[in-house]
């Protein structure tokens, strides 16, 4: 599983406490839909530049479920099929994390990877949320976005600022809280030509650790036992590595964690 990652100032995965045996992760997932700001916001300037007309970036947020710490940052560029391999490599770098997808627009075709072609075995799946009538699980994956749960994922997200401990040690995801507030129309959107994808899928993963926490969520599923016998010798093989990992890591001197927290690294 180490393989995964290899050090690059250039990566657009960011580090700060790396998986830590027996604790559980939570990763909030926001796919790009590749559109610039709209015309109401950009319209008004008078002076254009590519910043400005930068389409938003797909990004994820690793939380630490005990602590709510985040713990790593993904934030880029990349088409959503590659998006959901990167998502399910990075879940399983943090212990089979369970990855909270945003299902909106591109969001589909990372939840289809992830559970039709990856087989990944946690993906959120809510008893509370998308579900269908006499099914007390439903049968959707991931997270639908709309008006009115949109403010239950941003108040997540404004109970641990309003909390006053430290949750994050990433200066993109602050400088994103700071230039969030709320249009003319009562919709929380990022101010200018600032972006707003970390936040939201920092709230992602706020959301999904709720969940898990107060039991709402579908048990992990054996996605890959029925997957061809070559599949599911890949499968089995990584889940091998990671014990193997985790056993060598187990009693790691603290120096070697520290070495790592600020550093950037590719996946």
């Given at each position: ?14 580090v700060w406490d790396p998986p ?95 559970i039709a072609q990856v087989r ?148």
């Amino acid at each position: 599983m180490n393989a995964l990652l290899a050090e690059s100032m250039g990566g657009r995965l960011r580090v700060w406490d790396p998986p830590a045996s027996g604790h559980r992760y939570v990763i909030g997932i926001d796919t790009a839909e590749n559109r610039v700001k709209d015309i109401g916001q950009t319209g008004r300037k008078v002076a254009y530049s590519w910043a400005d007309d930068r389409p938003d970036y797909s990004a994820m947020c690793v939380v630490d479920k005990e602590h709510g710490i985040h713990v790593a940052t993904w934030h880029g560029y990349l088409e959503p099929p590659d998006f959901a391999h990167c998502a399910a490599a990075l879940g399983l770098y943090y212990n089979t994390a369970l990855l909270v997808p945003e299902v909106n627009g591109p969001g589909l075709v990372v939840v289809d990877r992830l559970i039709a072609q990856v087989r990944y075995p946690n993906v959120y799946r809510s008893r509370l949320f998308n579900r269908v009538e006499g099914e007390p699980f439903g049968n959707a994956f991931g997270w639908q976005t709309n008006a009115v749960n949109r403010e239950l994922l941003l108040a997540k997200v404004r109970d641990m600022v309003n909390s006053g401990e430290p949750f994050t040690r990433d200066p993109k995801l602050i400088k994103e809280l700071r230039t969030l507030e709320y249009d003319e129309r009562g919709v929380p959107r990022a101010r200018g030509s600032n972006k707003d994808d970390l936040v939201f899928a920092l709230a992602l993963a706020l959301q999904g650790r709720h969940e898990e926490l107060y039991g709402t969520l579908k048990p992990e599923q054996d996605l890959y036992k029925d997957l061809p016998g070559q599949d599911r010798m890949v499968w089995k093989h990584i889940k091998r590595k990671t014990r193997e990992r985790d056993l060598a890591t187990r009693n790691r001197s603290p120096f070697a964690r520290m070495s790592v927290r600020r550093s950037r690294f590719r996946l």
